[in-house]
């Protein structure tokens, strides 16, 4: 797939403030600091549409960026930031929970994890959840080119491991990295396959 056009549209607060439309939607996820404004700016090709910043957890509203007029990128609040209070982190998990469960044109759920880090807990109760809830995923593994190529395939394999303990089939699994641009067409050509079942469906 190639991206012609990425421009944002709206932050919401609520999902039933998020755009009057029926395009396709894929929503990217991780906890603080997975790079996940890095990964949506080096697959959208511009390096100003999500905002990076030194501070994590700054996304805190339901993101939508439209992509070649044809599918909406939407980036939401990441989870796992220590530094809130737990009304505000009771807000976002209802925010994130009401857009996911609810929002029809949501068709894939991106979780992001750092592939430097062995399989953390609330990335794994995130992902039974999504499971639990039917909600068609995949696992991204971010800043692959901070380790060497064999330990990257370790670190993939040890968490198909954990993985495996509780679901029998696992889901599409893409190693990135934001610096190399490595993972940038598969993960495109993933949405471009959904897009299409989707207009032939």
């Not at 939401?76 to 929002?103: D, V």
């Not at 993939?156 to 696992?170: D, F, M, P």
Request: overall charge positive; aromatic content about 8%; proline content about 4%.
């Amino acid at each position: 797939m190639e991206i012609k056009k990425a421009e944002f549209t709206l932050s919401a607060p609520m999902v039933s403030m998020c755009p009057k439309d029926t395009k396709p939607e894929y929503a990217f996820i991780g906890r603080s600091n997975v790079g996940k404004s890095s990964l949506i700016n080096m697959l959208t090709n511009n390096k100003k549409l999500a905002k990076t910043s030194a501070t994590p957890g700054k996304t805190l509203l339901i993101n939508h960026f439209i992509i070649n007029n044809e599918w909406y990128l939407v980036d939401l609040p990441g989870y796992g930031y220590a530094k809130r209070s737990k009304k505000e982190i009771t807000r976002l998990e209802q925010m994130i929970q009401g857009y996911i469960l609810q929002r029809e044109q949501l068709v894939n759920v991106f979780v992001l994890v750092d592939v430097r880090l062995e399989a953390q807990k609330i990335d794994l109760e995130f992902i039974q959840w999504l499971g639990e809830s039917s909600i068609p995923f995949a696992i991204v593994f971010t800043k692959a080119d901070k380790l060497t190529a064999n330990k990257v395939n370790a670190s993939v394999e040890a968490y198909k491991k954990v993985l495996s303990e509780t679901w029998e089939e696992l889901p599409p699994m893409f190693v990135t990295s934001s610096e190399k641009k490595q993972g940038r067409d598969e993960v495109l050509d993933y949405i471009e396959q959904i897009n299409k079942n989707l207009a032939n469906g």
